[in-house]
């Protein structure tokens, strides 16, 4: 994927989703924060064998997708863009466990591959949960959700600042990339110019956030981040997290399919 | 005389690196005085703006602002008095949405939300920028940018307004509208910039910054019109005092 201004400016299409009304984005930002760190840990928390198990989970991401008005696309381009850094984790793992595990008919499938299926399905189904999350909630909100369940301070405004700067220095990136290339003439960026660029641009976020520090202290500013957000607990608030939570207690600890497998088979495995 | 809102005297100050940034400047300030500060680059000029909301202190010398001395005890009150506007909007708006970022220094001094609320509406008014209460910052103009930043501060209802470059990166449009609005505020307003078209039109004094010592305090239109200062000072004469080739060079002035 190629630095281009374009890719830093989808990255805001989420706060647009999350402008957007339904169901789910009226819901308290506590609530789907809490479903959703609950559906990360039981989709972790799975053995690394474990398929079948994973795959009711599904459930929770795509409910959300549809009853919030979210387009599958965008959330699975965003997913796609992820995938390289899970498939350079995962691809390993078949050329070193080459243990037989199962067969699906002739062919004999290796522990390798049954756990790189669970973790592609596990990078599937939290990063897509976190997306969706983020494409109903906004960043802003998932911020104040995360610091009133208590996440520390310095930790959300980390992450309110990032998605605030990360456009800023994205675009700053992109300019000083495009300007080196204008006179490159179609020539690679060796690692030297690489360490230069990348050393440039950390510096300017350094400039910058001094003052941006600074800026903030001539308006008061002492070390608490005001959020003008009222958040109130309604009950449909209490039934969304209590309901999801309860869900995956369950799916974590009884394996759907495969009871229902056993139902069908009588049994037999 | 009233009491000035603004007295320097012989403020210096000296960057830890050993740079003099400033070296031993004298003056006053009156209250709803439009004052511009005007010198090259380097001049020190942001080193002068930084000392008037308390970012760095004196090296030497006295700087008053409201009556108080710029030290950190008085720092809570002086920012209350003193607004900036940075040259970098991105700098000044971080908040998730412009409404939020305007509240911000409201919500800092202990307000209570329906007043927030009132002072947020009447800033973005006040700049014409109540459409964009809901953006995010990234989503705006240059233009926009400048008017949100300006609105984060004017809801403070600050008693100076200072200004770093108020007119960067602003089309001819968008600087005719921020010079009519300046011009129309009642603030006291010290404006640090090179564009000294928009110093004509809004600010009747003039300091100028050399090389971190201050060469005159006048009337701009006196100052201006001073080309061996202005050329001591590597400043040039506003273009509306150029002369027009087109109407014959003549000037109003």
């Not at chain 1, 990078?123 to 959700?145: E, H, R, S």
Request: with cysteine; glycine share 10%; charged share 20%.
């Amino acid at each position: 994927m190629g630095l281009n201004a374009e890719s830093f400016l989808h990255f805001g299409a989420l706060d647009d989703l999350a402008g957007g009304d339904s169901p789910v984005h009226r819901l308290d930002p506590r609530a789907k924060v809490l479903a959703t760190a609950a559906f990360i840990v039981a989709v972790a928390s799975f053995g690394r064998y474990e398929v079948a198990a994973l795959v009711p989970f599904a459930l929770f991401p795509v409910a959300l997708l549809a009853l919030g008005g979210i387009p599958a696309g965008f959330i699975l381009r965003r997913m796609l863009a992820a995938l390289p850094f899970v498939l350079v984790l995962a691809a390993l793992n078949p050329v070193l466990d080459r243990a037989p595990m199962a067969a699906l008919g002739p062919v004999t499938v290796s522990g390798g591959w049954v756990s790189f299926a669970s973790i592609l399905l596990r990078f599937a189904l939290t990063v897509g949960a976190a997306l969706v999350l983020a494409a109903t909630t906004g960043m802003d909100g998932v911020c104040t959700g995360l610091e009133r369940l208590g996440a520390p301070r310095a930790l959300t405004q980390q992450v309110a600042f990032l998605h605030r700067y990360a456009f800023v220095l994205g675009s700053e990136a992109v300019r000083i990339h495009r300007a080196r290339s204008l006179r490159a003439f179609g020539r690679k960026v060796s690692p030297r110019e690489f360490a230069f660029l990348a050393g440039h641009l950390l510096l300017r976020a350094w400039d910058r956030a001094r003052r941006i520090h600074v800026a903030m202290l001539s308006r008061g500013y002492d070390g608490h981040l005001p959020t003008r957000r009222a958040l109130v607990w309604r009950r449909r608030d209490v039934v969304f997290a209590a309901g999801w939570v309860g869900l995956f207690v369950v799916l974590r600890l009884w394996n759907l399919p495969r009871l229902l497998g056993e139902l069908v088979t009588g049994g037999l495995r | 005389m009233n009491q000035p809102i603004i007295a320097a005297e012989d403020l210096a100050y000296r960057y830890p690196d050993g740079t003099e940034a400033l070296r031993g400047l004298t003056f006053t300030i009156q209250p709803g005085e439009a004052v511009a500060l005007v010198g090259a680059n380097g001049a020190g000029k942001s080193t002068l703006l930084h000392h008037l909301n308390g970012t760095v202190f004196p090296s030497r010398g006295r700087l008053t602002v409201g009556g108080l001395p710029v030290e950190t005890a008085n720092l809570k009150t002086i920012r209350r008095l003193v607004g900036m506007v940075f040259q970098d909007p991105d700098d000044q708006l971080f908040m998730p949405t412009v409404a939020e970022d305007v509240a911000f220094g409201p919500q800092n001094l202990g307000l209570d939300e329906p007043v927030v609320r009132a002072r947020v509406a009447g800033a973005l008014g006040t700049v014409d920028a109540l459409s964009l209460a809901g953006k995010p910052p990234y989503r705006l103009s240059a233009g926009e940018k400048r008017r949100a930043a300006i609105a984060t501060v004017l809801a403070m209802e600050p008693d100076v307004l200072v200004m770093d470059e108020p007119t960067s990166g602003l089309d001819p449009r968008g600087r005719r509208h921020l010079a009519q609005l300046l011009a129309a505020f009642g603030h006291t307003r010290i404006l640090a910039t090179h564009d000294l078209d928009l110093v004509l039109d809004v600010c009747p004094r003039t300091l100028v910054i050399h090389e971190g010592m201050l060469m005159a305090d006048g009337p701009t239109l006196e100052i201006f019109k001073d080309e061996a200062l202005l050329a001591t000072c590597r400043l040039e004469k506003p273009l509306s005092m150029q002369g027009c080739p087109v109407c014959g060079g003549n000037t109003p002035f």
